[in-house]
């Protein structure tokens, strides 16, 4: 079973606000959630991480529920700059020096 | 401070050569890893380097080597290179490799195999 779930890709235009969310139904107590970014042919950058309830950084701000079974990456007023693949990371899949990528979600913003 | 730096930034080789890629980390940081981006297979982990040892290993043929230096410099071989071996290879690094510890990506090597 996929550690992650999240959608294959997702349209946005400029100054929205953009939810990512990504479920992950297996999370054990001890996984933090972690989200990378990633533009063409640019190594991936981390963006955000937490562990219960919300939190936000000058990037972005990062949702979780109480039960913890998904999270949601939110992007306030994104640009077209803001277009790139958005990595979801949980638990095993961040083990720092060894990171386990799925298929992410590529988000296009269109002015 | 100075990021990941990775050289070359594009390579070009033929079948059956050989090829390092090279990856200095970020100051203080002694974990080093390295990755393969392929449209189709995507991102994949090739191994980790702490403290010139190989620590985790991905499920990629011997072909595949790799190595670390005293300064944390790290750099990666690939032998017999085959047509599939065209990709992105990326080298990240980190302080400790600990669970859940960001890690800072170069902006790759572009290898193209002919």
């Known amino acids: 079973l996929a550690k992650t779930t999240q959608p294959i890709s997702m349209d946005s235009y400029e100054g929205q606000e953009v939810n990512i969310t990504c479920s992950h139904n297996n999370i054990a107590t001890n996984d933090y959630i972690t989200w990378y970014q990633q533009f063409p042919s640019q190594g991936p950058r981390f963006i955000i991480q937490g562990y219960k309830t919300k939190v936000t950084n000058e990037v972005a701000s990062l949702f979780i529920p109480a039960d913890r079974k998904s999270s949601t990456l939110s992007l306030p007023r994104v640009s077209l700059s803001d277009t790139a693949v958005y990595y979801c990371l949980v638990g095993d899949d961040n083990q720092g020096g060894k990171l386990i990528f799925g298929q992410g979600t590529e988000l296009s913003v269109k002015p | 401070k100075a990021g990941v730096t990775q050289t070359p930034r594009y390579l070009i080789k033929t079948r059956g050569q050989q090829v390092t890629l090279s990856c200095s980390p970020i100051?203080?940081?002694?974990?080093v890893s390295w990755y393969q981006q392929t449209p189709g297979q995507g991102l994949q982990f090739l191994f980790e380097?702490?403290?010139?040892?190989?620590?985790n290993k991905g499920n990629f043929p011997g072909r595949f080597s790799g190595r670390q230096f005293s300064n944390s410099r790290s750099e990666m071989n690939v032998s017999t290179l085959e047509l599939g071996d065209s990709a992105l290879y990326l080298c990240a690094s980190c302080r400790q490799g600990s669970q859940n510890e960001k890690l800072f990506f170069g902006s790759g090597t572009q290898l193209s195999v002919l």
């Open positions: 380097y702490f403290s010139e040892t190989q620590r």
């Open positions: 100051s203080g940081h002694r974990s």
